[in-house]
């Protein structure tokens, strides 16, 4: 059965902190890993999608690295603007299977 | 269009209500995807159609959950009997053709049931 876990559930930083986010997976065959940002009140926005170990994928602050068996979500010099659930998602048969999320604080 | 809408934006119901949600995918899109996101939870798959046809409704959690997209375009929930434990924000989707292409989401619909 198709798995997520995200990690930590929860993190604050202070701006400029760099930091990562964790994406653990478990699926019979990856067809995709997305990464979408969630703001209160509102629905995810697409971040990035990887589709093979060893890829990675940069905007601004953030970086998507992907193994055969997690993911990693990094956050260099982040600013209050960054605050919010960032969520992983694992392309299913016919959906994408999320994980919970991370909800990070940035503090100014 | 710009980008996926959903309306209403909020719903009250009473329970034993029947309430339709509403969504407007990214013209040109030929799948859309409805979840459902519970309050600090990820959203959860209900059904998927490709073009009008639904292909996977196994999300769905009991029969009182129906989904329809007749024209191949905007597609509409529909919870007959409303009960409090299908209140959730009810999220819509949608990608150019494949499961596995990018799916953006609209702003979706959270549903109050009392």
């Known amino acids: 059965e198709d798995q997520v876990t995200q990690s930590p559930e929860a993190l604050r930083l202070q701006e400029g902190e760099s930091s990562s986010l964790n994406c653990s997976y478990t699926v019979s065959g990856l067809r995709g890993l997305f990464w979408y940002r969630q703001d209160p009140g509102k629905g995810p926005e697409f971040l990035f999608t990887?589709?093979?170990a060893g890829e990675e994928k940069e905007k601004e602050r953030l970086k998507a690295t992907l193994t055969k068996k997690e993911s990693f979500l990094h956050i260099t010099a982040p600013k209050p603007e960054d605050s919010a659930t960032y969520l992983c998602a694992v392309t299913g048969a016919n959906n994408l299977f999320f994980g919970t999320g991370t909800r990070l604080t940035v503090i100014p | 269009g710009a980008g996926v809408s959903q309306s209403p934006r909020y719903k009250v119901a009473k329970r034993g209500q029947d309430v339709a949600l509403r969504c407007d995918p990214i013209?040109?899109?030929?799948?859309l995807f409805w979840y459902q996101q519970a309050l600090g939870q990820g959203p959860e798959f209900l059904t998927y159609f490709q073009n009008e046809a639904q292909l996977d409704k196994s999300g769905l959690p009991s029969d009182r959950f129906f989904a329809e997209r007749p024209e191949g375009s905007v597609s509409t929930l529909k919870i007959q009997r409303t009960q409090q434990e299908d209140s959730a924000v009810y999220l819509c989707a949608s990608s150019l053709v494949t499961v596995q292409e990018t799916q953006y989401f609209g702003p979706g619909t959270r549903l109050l049931v009392l």
């Open positions: 013209s040109g899109h030929v799948s």
């Open positions: 990887l589709y093979s």
